[in-house]
């Protein structure tokens, strides 16, 4: 972050000074919102959340190293050596100010938004490009109107590229992310049911995500999937260079004779006899591995660059992550769910071969609204006909109904077990599994699967250490 004088950053957010700000006072070095991660030359900004206000804070934050500070009301006691400037919302503040940074950038700022497949893509663009460019990508899910200005802040402003990740639950998120970073390339990853109590249906999911073209220069480029023909319609008003992706040969690029494997996935681009490979399970990775190759064109990468990055490229934890737990093989997916991603997780492991038996562990899909017992019934009857599973763990309230529609199916009622919550299905599901099998593990966050993978990693580890030390 290029340092900015307190006078500066007043300017910029329009807020009023609370206290004297002296003409001597140290440049602000860092934006930090969390005392725990305080540096010396913060401005440290005082958000209140429904559970918590950071403004109880302020001394901390002051011992820390904070030089200055952003808040909502009067403060009845100043700190030494701490401007602070007042706001009538601090969230906002933080907001303001970091379009204020972003536009001192001379790199290339590229923006991710879509149902699925955010993450995974961020570190593909990444990837793909980082052999010829010099940037950062935004960590973990930095995805919110919190986060996406603490990506911009620390980033050097020099630097070739940023590719920040753009989510959203309610209508106004994204254009409010996009009119925040001013991206000059956006992609569009897809567009599926999800958040569906704060967007409505699935066309209120495409004009949400559409409106990342609201920060779009006209002169940058959009990347879009062309399979969604109501998603092309919703970004029509964006007049500049647009660039569709899919499985459809009429996408600009398109990916065929696709290969699936427990190391990866392969395809070629456009029917071209170059194979490019990137080492994360299931065909809709290539899907997004097109969007990466999008991007990486618009910034003049080679394609020989661009093969050998996206074969080196790292995954984001907990999708579709096969990890070995002892005798146990787990495809860990239990970051986050809704339809479109359930469904790829379910085809992926029903197309991986499996020495044992193949056991899906689904969860509840948050946020569905009133469309959440019909999704959830369609997960049980796809998981019922892909004939691949020999059983099937249902863990939440709302996956009853992919225990009953899986049942309904065909599926056989000794193979399904319903399970309340995680902690359960903790104790329960670690003691049942045999060698070789292959266990899938998928449900949103906040049903806490990886409890369950945490406990099935403690149980066999533990039973191939005490093994080795029996035999040694």
């Known amino acids: 972050m290029k340092p900015l004088s307190i006078r500066q950053v007043r300017q910029a957010i329009g807020g009023k000074p609370l206290t004297p700000i002296s003409e001597d006072a140290p440049p602000i070095t860092a934006v930090c919102t969390d005392t725990r991660r305080m540096e010396k030359g913060s401005l440290f900004v005082a958000i209140r959340g429904d559970n918590h206000n950071a403004h109880a804070f302020l001394p901390q934050a002051a011992a820390g190293g904070a030089v200055a500070a952003l808040v909502d009301s009067e403060i009845p006691e100043p700190l030494p050596n701490v401007a602070l400037i007042q706001v009538p919302d601090t969230r906002k503040a933080l907001g303001k100010l970091a379009t204020h940074v972003r536009k001192q950038y001379t790199s290339k700022v590229i923006g991710v938004a879509g149902s699925n497949g955010k993450t995974s893509t961020k570190h593909l663009i990444d990837a793909a490009i980082r052999t010829q460019l010099r940037g950062s990508i935004s960590p973990k899910s930095f995805n919110n109107d919190i986060g996406v200005p603490l990506t911009i802040f620390p980033a050097d402003p020099n630097q070739d590229y940023l590719v920040l990740e753009m989510g959203t639950n309610h209508h106004g998120e994204i254009k409010a992310l996009s009119d925040m970073a001013l991206p000059d390339i956006a992609v569009i990853t897809n567009c599926g ?91 809709h990775s290539a899907c997004n591995a097109l969007a990466a190759i999008a991007v990486a064109k618009r910034l003049g990468v080679s394609e020989e660059e661009m093969i050998a990055g996206l074969h080196d490229s790292d995954g984001p934890e907990m999708r579709l992550q096969l990890q070995s737990a002892g005798p146990v093989l787990l495809l860990n997916d239990a970051y986050n769910a809704n339809p479109n991603s359930m469904r790829a997780a379910i085809e992926t492991t029903a197309g991986l071969e499996s020495k044992g038996r193949r056991i899906a562990v689904l969860g509840d899909m948050r946020e569905l609204g009133r469309s959440s017992e019909r999704y959830h019934r369609e997960i049980g009857q796809i998981a019922a006909n892909t004939g691949k599973f020999d059983l099937l763990f249902c863990v939440g309230p709302q996956s009853k109904f992919v225990a009953e529609a899986a049942k309904q199916t065909g599926y056989p009622a000794n193979q399904i077990i319903w399970i309340q919550d995680s902690a359960t299905a903790s104790n329960k599901i670690p003691a049942l599994l045999q060698k070789d099998d292959l266990v899938l593990l998928k449900a949103s966050r906040g049903i806490r699967l990886e409890a369950v993978a945490s406990a099935i990693f403690d149980r066999y580890t533990a039973r191939t250490v005490m093994a080795a030390r029996v035999a040694s």
Request: charged fraction near 25%; proline fraction near 2%.
């Open 193 to 283: 049911a999800e958040h569906l109590e704060g967007l409505d249906d699935l066309m209120g999911v495409r004009r949400e995500n559409a409106q990342i073209i609201s920060g779009l220069r006209e002169n940058g480029l959009l990347v879009v999937n062309g399979d969604d023909a109501d998603l092309i319609a919703a970004v029509a008003d964006y007049k500049g260079k647009i660039i569709t992706f899919g499985f459809g040969a009429s996408n600009d690029l398109f990916a065929t004779d696709i290969v699936c494997g427990p190391s990866g996935t392969e395809f070629s681009l456009n029917d071209s006899r170059h194979r490019f490979f990137i080492p994360m399970l299931g065909r």
